[in-house]
Each structure stands twice: as C-alpha cells, then as structure tokens.
C-alpha cells in the first residue's frame, strides 16, 4: 500500500485504512499491515473503486498493473502438487491453495484460472506448445513468451525477437496463443 501502491504515505495511514476494511486481497478483507501479497494476488479497494494485479516486472520486481472490476474476482494459479484424496483429486496451487476436484486431466506445471473468493475452476490452461507463459525466474524474468518446444524439463520459448531456452520450473503458463487476463502494462 505505502511502497509499491503510493496509497498511504506512513504506515499509520496504511493502518488506519487496514482497519477501517477499506481492503481487499483476493477478494477477502484484510486487517494485517504485514500481510504479503504476491504474484498474481489482486488488490481492491472499493471505496476508490480501484484494483490492481501483481506481476513482475522484467526487473524482477513486483509491480502492479490496474485491471477492471470483472477481473478482479479471476486469478490465474500454477499448479504445483497433486495427490489422491479420498473425496477425488486433491490440486495444491502455488499460493497455498488446495482444492479438490473429480477431473484428473490437471498435471503439475499447468494452471487453472479460479474464480474468487468461492475458488470455482474456470479454465484449464495446458502447458504445451503454443501456451503462453510468464517466466517467474531464471535470466528471463519477468518475461512473456510463447512456448516453441519442450524437451524433459527444459522449454524453448520466443518472446518478441529472441529465442531462448530455459528450465520449465520457471514457466508460469498464463493462457493459450495470449494471455487470459491483463499482466502487462
């Protein structure tokens, strides 16, 4: 709020608006000043009828771009884990989320875009050929390319006029032939 946002110029202020609700990070109120907000968590403060999504930047910084209200309630998560559950498949996202579903189609390194704050599956994104990714480290930080080939663990992308490969733990897949939802400036 204070250092990356410019809402609040000292921390009473940024406590003082914690504290009268006026926040939302994805969709759910926060109180906490010290309460983290990452890659793609989106902020809304309704009183100003602003929201913003954090990215990073191709510094490797997090930014934050401003995005509309309709996407707002959307989120784009990686998937990380998944495990048999006894009521079907149990998907661990990369911000601590866990849901359980019946469809066994997901793979780790895919993404799915939720719906907040109920955490409704609205779209598979596949990591494949042709998938749009936001690399999340590596050289290419910050990056938005396309996926050209896969080979083990590595993928060859192009972003605008360069083609370089880097490791696939690395790839944030954000939407197929071009993103999904708004994560540049």
Do not use: W
């Not at 968590?41 to 009183?47: G, H, Q, R, V």
């Not at 895919?110 to 955490?119: G, R, V």
């Amino acid at each position: 709020m204070k250092d990356i946002l410019f809402l609040a110029k000292t921390n009473k202020e940024v406590k003082n608006i914690l504290n009268a609700k006026e926040v939302l990070v994805d969709m759910v109120r926060r109180r906490e000043d010290k309460f983290n907000v990452g890659l793609m968590d989106t902020i809304s403060i309704p009183a100003l009828k602003e929201n913003y999504r954090m990215i990073i930047n191709v510094n490797g910084k997090l930014d934050y771009i401003k995005i509309d209200e309709k996407e707002a309630s959307l989120k784009i998560c990686k998937i990380t884990g998944k495990t048999k559950h006894k009521k079907g498949t149990q998907i661990s996202l990369f911000d601590g989320r866990n849901i359980i579903t019946d469809n066994d189609q997901y793979k780790v390194g895919d993404s799915l875009l939720i719906e907040l704050p109920k955490q409704n599956i609205k779209e598979f994104i596949k990591l494949d050929k042709n998938s749009t990714v936001l690399l999340v480290g590596g050289k290419h930080l910050g990056t938005i390319a396309i996926i050209e080939d896969i080979k083990d663990n590595m993928i060859k992308c192009k972003a605008k006029d360069l083609v370089f490969e880097t490791s696939k733990k690395y790839a944030f897949v954000v939407g197929n032939e071009k993103t999904i939802l708004r994560i540049e400036k």
